[in-house]
């Protein structure tokens, strides 16, 4: 086909030379499209070819299985910063309920000391009773050598002698008493001491479990921390990578995967929320009562068409509330009770504190200390937990419910206060009323 190329052309040449141009056109339209061979024109060969389609598709097929594995890479990376910030949120807790434990042992070491001075004093009132009946028994007998014998020979009537040994048995019972009470005050304050020895190894060793703790939740922070450094890092440089493999461009591919990191959230919870309301469901059925779910305010709605009204917020919680919602946007600082920032179980013990409860600064206690309601039960200013086994002693968050399935917490470190969604964290495992 190349080779006939020219022989047109040079047919071409002549009929314009003899013919001139109507000929020439003539014979043009003829001959059909001229295909020039590639020695002919130095633009041949600019068209792709067979192989350079299979290179293009090669190419696009890899740079799409790029765009998947990083997409993972990324998606295991976020994975991993969630993992972290949960498990410097356990460890924050564990330091808290260290805390709670060494204050309860130095109650009880100083409670014990009391009892110490409490025994000897009573030790030392006893034997003082004991010296003084044993000094009226000597003046009732007279000093005599004969004793009681001596004491009732020296009667000068019968019922003198009667009388005055009634007053001995009087005196030796009551020494008697007295010689119990003593010899009790003695084992009293001896296992007083004991237990002021064991409260105060408790006090040390509580102390220890303390340092221990604030040393693992400082560390477990500090690599969050540092974690949250090197996923800002390695997300850039993915972002990057990921805008190269579609053929996008950085800030496109970053919210792209702000878009499907929404996405995922949202189908998080909503699942979170379906799993909340089947346990209710099958716990209100095994009770024989109507399904209900919380209603706006937090009160209970039935599942019929006629919805409950819902229950109105009560005073305490009211304050409580408020308390709670004056702190958003200040930063969460483990182990903090305000003012300038909370750990999550900090800001429920210092909002309900407004109310006038008194909650421990440990959220398992705080569950523990409050009375359990159910999903279908929450009402505004009741608590909300979690915790990764079914136990409410590992409970590792807790969150205060506004009503309107949103709740107000302390997240994680690096986060403010601020107000959520209660499935933010995923299904509630634990609910409560102080």
């Not at 309920?97 to 070491?109: N, S, T």
């Not at 006090?203 to 220890?208: D, F, M, P």
């Not at 949250?228 to 993915?238: N, S």
Request: proline residues 5%.
């Amino acid at each position: 086909m190349t080779r006939s190329a020219p022989r047109k052309r040079k047919i071409l040449f002549r009929a314009v030379a003899r013919g001139g141009p109507p000929a020439a056109l003539a014979l043009a339209l003829l001959a059909g499209p001229v295909v020039a061979a590639p020695g002919d024109d130095p633009g041949a060969g600019a068209f792709p070819d067979a192989g350079q389609v299979d290179r293009a598709r090669t190419d696009v097929q890899a740079k799409a299985a790029d765009a998947v594995r990083l997409q993972a890479e990324l998606d295991r990376a976020r994975a991993e910063l969630d993992r972290s910030a949960l498990d410097a949120a356990r460890a924050v807790e564990a330091y808290n309920g260290a805390q709670v434990q060494a204050g309860l042992a130095a109650r009880a070491a100083g409670q014990a000391k009391e009892q110490v001075a409490a025994a000897g004093t009573a030790v030392a009132q006893a034997r003082d009773e004991l010296g003084r009946l044993a000094a009226e028994a000597y003046r009732m007998d007279g000093g005599s050598r004969l004793g009681t014998l001596g004491m009732l020979l020296d009667s000068s009537t019968p019922s003198e002698a009667a009388m005055r040994a009634e007053a001995m048995r009087t005196v030796l019972r009551a020494r008697e008493e007295g010689l119990r009470r003593s010899s009790e005050a003695a084992r009293l304050a001896q296992t007083a001491r004991h237990t002021a020895e064991a409260a105060a190894r408790r006090t040390r060793e509580t102390a220890e479990t303390v340092r221990s703790a604030y040393a693992a939740a400082a560390a477990k922070v500090a690599e969050q921390q540092s974690r949250v450094g090197e996923f800002a890092l390695r997300q850039d440089r993915l972002l990057a990578d990921l805008a190269a493999a579609r053929d996008t461009t950085l800030e496109l591919e970053r919210q792209r995967q702000e878009g499907l990191a929404e996405q995922a959230r949202q189908r998080a919870e909503a699942e979170a929320r379906r799993r909340a309301e089947e346990a209710a469901r099958q716990t209100a059925a095994a009770a024989g009562r109507p399904q209900a779910r919380p209603g706006a305010a937090g009160g209970a709605s039935g599942g019929s068409a006629q919805a409950a009204r819902p229950a109105p917020v009560r005073s305490g919680a009211a304050a409580a509330i408020a308390y709670a919602k004056a702190q958003l946007g200040k930063p969460y600082i483990w182990g903090g009770e305000g003012p300038h920032g909370y750990d999550c179980s900090g800001l429920v013990v210092q909002a309900w504190r407004q109310a006038g409860v008194a909650l421990t600064h440990f959220a398992a206690t705080q569950y523990a200390e409050s009375r359990p309601v159910g999903y279908a039960e929450l009402r505004p200013g009741d608590l909300i937990f979690w915790t990764e086994t079914p136990r409410a002693e590992d409970i590792h968050h807790v969150a205060m419910y506004l009503g309107d399935g949103l709740m107000i917490h302390a997240p994680r470190t690096g986060d403010v206060i601020r107000i959520s969604s209660m499935f933010y964290m995923g299904t509630p495992d634990f609910y409560a009323r102080p």
